[in-house]
């Protein structure tokens, strides 16, 4: 019996909160109580706010779904219920003088929730049937009872149309690239901000290797969120100015209710491993014959020499929180920990963290919400290229069939499962972050909103290699020491004010204005130490030679804004604004950057012609939404400034030589979007749909603009190109939500949610640069998608003699369309061709499949099928070419038996790595059981719930799984160090998981 005994040590902490837990009422009072149920599923509503409006007195139920109104005076009182999701509902209750009265609810499903209010969209949020763009909104209390969710990223994956996440993490505590409605800038990075309770936080992805990236989403525990809602582009975005153009992600957290104590803790464990599909087979000559090839497979051979190289992986998580408080103050504080192993041994990631909320009514007039939260954490990256130059590269095959000539039995260097007491690689990381915020209401019409807050990042890499003059590993013979401490605050604040009036009985009106401002700063102290005299000396200053540098940058964004919000009987909305910016990051000769706004919505079904013409049983909702809006996206902090390098001068004496050619003309990138589109409900509410189509331009892209050798700026230079807003971009597609309820009667309901997107992108304009490359053969060019693949393609080679070895007469794709880069043209000689397009990096068409089915009530089952493709969607697999050309691991490196091979590895090796990119996944599937309540409430609990889930469980299809005998890993593999996907460098697949949870409350 522990679960009592950690109720009352909770329930000690209490008082630290200072707080009253117990609420009096009135002689004479009443007092009202009940339950609020799902009338399809009868599972109780937790969180519902119960309330009678006239008396302005109100509660929100518990996790059992039930609810006490006290105080409440004699007489007859309209009760409401409000739910988002649920439609509202109200019944009058008559109770007499210290009397109670009953009154249960079951609230209907409403999927559109025009009603229901979004923090995003006016200064201190607004209701839904008021904003021209669409908001998406993620309630976290759902999505943590149907799915097997671990961190926000797959909180975020295949929830939101229009959002992708590019390359899935297989390192445990790694991070993916976030994009919301694909890319936009050929330069800039395309994340969307993140604000965490109105505080901006650093969200930038840490690269921490070639092929790794730790998130910082990671240090927010799930179970402390309450709602995440996902503004998307320009036209959504444009009230947070020169950083929203790629989007805004809020996340808000839990807050505390009036009643008494509400306890909820959750215990998961389970396990993370690689399928073993994962691991391909190389191939190896035989010592005697070296066209005589045998299999290779590192994970098999290692297994029968003893050693696990990738193992399955345990996880665990721990959750605890506690809410309640009166109606003048209301706590809420949690206290978390994470605990994963990856499938490699060098690989963990630990998390603890605490959060506390406090809400002050101070009087009719004042509210005050303080946030606090902290969190550590331990991250052990797997290192730069461990899978992708082993298991995807290939290493040294021909090593691996003779280990008693090559310790290292294949692998391109000394394995590090066998250097794990040689080397300590590490990233420990801090966070705290605090906001206050402030709501007056000055007069009955007019409200002031002061949000202040600062996110405190701190983190710290080392990477330590122990003296070992004995090792194969290099570094160990002399001993090495690196540490990189970043210390990156970012500051808040926010001032706002919002003047609500009543023109007329039929037109409203909502002015908005505030002042915004950021200050992000980052400081990084490095240090370096070389050559230990003994093993035990693991400091810097230890070492023979040492070397140290720091950097500091500093970036501050100052905004103000006007809106103008016009309401004509609550059913149609016209919103107009204007922001203006500065950015230290701006050129000297730049001035500010103004942004505006414009949007409207009109809820068509309210209208009295509605019920006459339209049958309501077949379209029951509809709105009809449009928004145009520009918002920008700063260059980095010193691209406008001219910087020189420090170098030894003659005599040795210090100077300084170019090192970047700034520009004091340079502005921001100005993204402007047009979306319009609709909301509808059908069939009495069991059918809903949102559509969205949207058309953005770029316009001012930075380019990097190569700069004349007379300037003193050389390719041997760092600084030899120069950022001008010369470019421009073009973006579209369409966004399709779509949620039926197939089945709705006891015992099986069943409901069914479809999201689908359609992306396309197209550089209109690099201001006469030709052709910028980037890794692995992909390019921007006018007139083709940003990162397309543009390489040459080898069509066909003749043998020199024989049916093997080198090749004369190699012919290449000549190209063909109007430029002459469209692929398919009449072969030229190699030497003769240009590259020609093969198709675009990132998916242009993604949707996700989810299906739940609730049984007898207490059963969940869930799965969800997620999908990325495109008619032109390709992968640049850079391990594929280094397989079939540089390491010796292949049929074509060794037997040289395919002509067109052969002549891929005489011009580009590139070639070799394209593959067709499209998939689907068995993403998620989880089976959840609700315990009855007779049950639960025999231990003092008011819920329990238990909940199996596995991730990443199987691939349904593949649009191509192999290229040139080579195997397609898995299309997934993007490097998430690089601002675009479509390549894959090698680091770990996705791996799959396994968890069981279960979560009570009392």
Known sequence: MQIPHVVRRVLALAPLFGVALVVGSQPGSAQISGSVVNSETLQPVSAAQVFIPALDLGVLTGADGRYQLVGVPPGTHTVTVQSIGFQIISQDVTVAAGQAAVANFDLSAEALALDAIVVTGTAGGTQRRAIGNVVEQIEMAEVLQERPITNIEQVLSSATPGMSIVGDPGTVGGGAQIRLRGSSSATLAGDPIVYIDGVRMNAERGEVGRHTAISSLQDISPNDIASIEVIKGP????????????????????????????????????????????????????????????????????????????????????????????????????????????????????????????????????????????????????????????????GQAAHAVQPHLFPGRGFSSRPEFLELDSQRNTVDTRRSTLSLELRHLTTGWLTHRIVAGLDNFNQQRQNLVYLDPGSDLSAAREGRKTVATTYAPVKTLDLSGTANLNVTPQLSSATSYGLQYYNRQNHLHTSEGEGFATRPLTTVGAAARTEANETFVENTTVGVYLQEQIGWEDRIFITGAIRADDNSAFGENFDAAIYPKLSATWVVHEEGFWADRVSSDLISQLRLRGAWGAAGQQPDAFAATTLFQPVTGPEGQPALTPRTYGNPDLGPER????????????????????????????????????????????????????????????????????????????????????????????????????RIPLQRGRSMMEGYPLASIIEYRVVSAEFVEGNFGPVTNTMCDGGTGPDGRVRGGAPIPCEDADRVFWGVGEPTRLASLQSSWTLFQNWQLSMMVDYKGGDNFWMSSDYLGARQAGFESSHNVFLQDNPIGVGYMQYSRNGFTYNRAGFAKLRELSLAYTLPLGLVNRFGASRARINIGARNLATLWMAQSHVERSTVIDPEMSRPDENFGGESGGGFPPLSSLVANVSVSF
């Open 235 to 394: 036209a959504a975005s444009t009230l947070y100015g020169t950083e929203a153009a790629n989007g805004v992600i809020q996340i808000i957290t839990r807050r505390g209710v009036a009643g008494e104590p509400q306890f909820d803790a959750v215990l998961e464990y389970g396990a993370n491993w690689l399928p073993s599909k994962y691991i391909s087979d190389l191939w190896a000559p035989m010592p005697d014959n070296r066209r005589d090839l045998v299999r290779v497979n590192y994970y098999e051979l290692e297994k029968q020499r003893g050693n696990q190289v990738l193992n399955l992986a345990p996880h665990q998580r721990y959750s605890i929180a506690v809410r309640g408080g009166t109606d003048l103050i209301r706590y809420s504080a949690s206290l978390n920990r994470t605990d994963q192993d990856g499938v490699t041994r060098w690989n963990w990631d630990t998390r603890n963290s605490a959060r506390a909320s406090l809400s002050l009514t101070a009087s009719e007039d004042l509210s005050i919400d303080l946030n606090t939260s902290y969190s550590q954490g331990q991250n052990a990256p797997t290192g730069d290229s461990f899978f992708g130059s082993n298991f995807g590269w290939g």
């Open 671 to 770: 993204g402007e979007e047009l979306e319009l589109g609709f909301d509808a409900e059908f069939l009495n509410g069991r059918m809903d749909m949102t559509f969205t189509s949207f058309w953005r331009k770029t316009k001012d892209a930075l380019v990097a603009r190569p700069l004349g050798p007379s300037l003193g700026y050389t390719a041997q230079t760092l600084g030899s190109t120069q950022l001008v807003n010369v470019g421009q971009i073009s973006a579209w597609g369409t966004e399709t939500a779509l949620n039926v309820q197939l089945m709705t009667q006891n015992p099986v309901t069943w409901d069914m949610s479809l999201a689908f997107t359609t992306l396309g992108n197209r550089v209109d304009d690099l201001g006469g640069v030709g």
